[in-house]
């Protein structure tokens, strides 16, 4: 067979692919375990609809914190309806950020804080975008070995790099016994 003929082909397209798909951390692991974690503090707005949406809100609560003074934290979000078990445009959910114990609720933002609790956690060095598939799938696996199922409502938080040649931080937490 002669290789040279598809060489091209693999430069042109497959090698940019793979390489964009490292760049987001597609290659990256996720590791998995058992934690205490909170408690957090977020300001957010409400959401209803496609997940895939929920970023897409995150400058409107930036703008309401930094009109305060208020400087928001990593990116943080709650998902209380399960994409299997509801339809797309019916899923709930709250965006925001993590802000300072205390923070007044700048409208039309909202505060609420989540106590410590004992949870799962995935992380994985990714892309905003690329991430939650990768996490979601190790903790469906982690649980699955166990006879269980992933319960909502889900915490994610998404700390940005601050570097455009590294990728931020998304962790996702899902209630354990």
């Given at each position: 067979m ?33 934690e205490t ?5 977020y ?33 943080f ?7 299997d ?46 991430g ?46």
């Open positions: 002669n290789y040279k003929r598809y060489l091209p082909f693999l430069l042109a397209f497959v090698l940019p692919l793979v390489l964009v798909y490292a760049w987001w951390g597609g290659f990256n692991p996720v590791s998995v375990r058992v974690r909170g408690p957090y503090t300001a957010y707005v409400e959401h209803t609809g496609d997940y895939a949406k929920l970023a897409d809100r995150l400058p409107e609560v930036r703008r309401g914190l930094e009109r305060s003074g208020i400087q928001p934290g990593a990116a979000a709650v998902l209380y309806s399960h994409p078990q509801v339809p797309r445009n019916e899923r709930q959910a709250r965006i925001g950020y993590l802000v300072p114990a205390g923070s007044p609720a700048p409208q039309p933002l909202k505060i609420d804080t989540i106590p410590a609790r004992r949870v799962l956690v995935a992380e994985v060095r990714a892309a905003w975008l690329l939650p598939s990768r996490a979601y799938q190790a903790l469906h696996d982690a649980l699955l070995a166990e006879g269980r199922a992933i319960h909502m409502p889900t915490v994610e938080l998404y700390e940005a790099s601050g570097s455009l040649w590294r990728q931020g931080r998304l962790t996702v937490e899902v209630p354990y016994p």
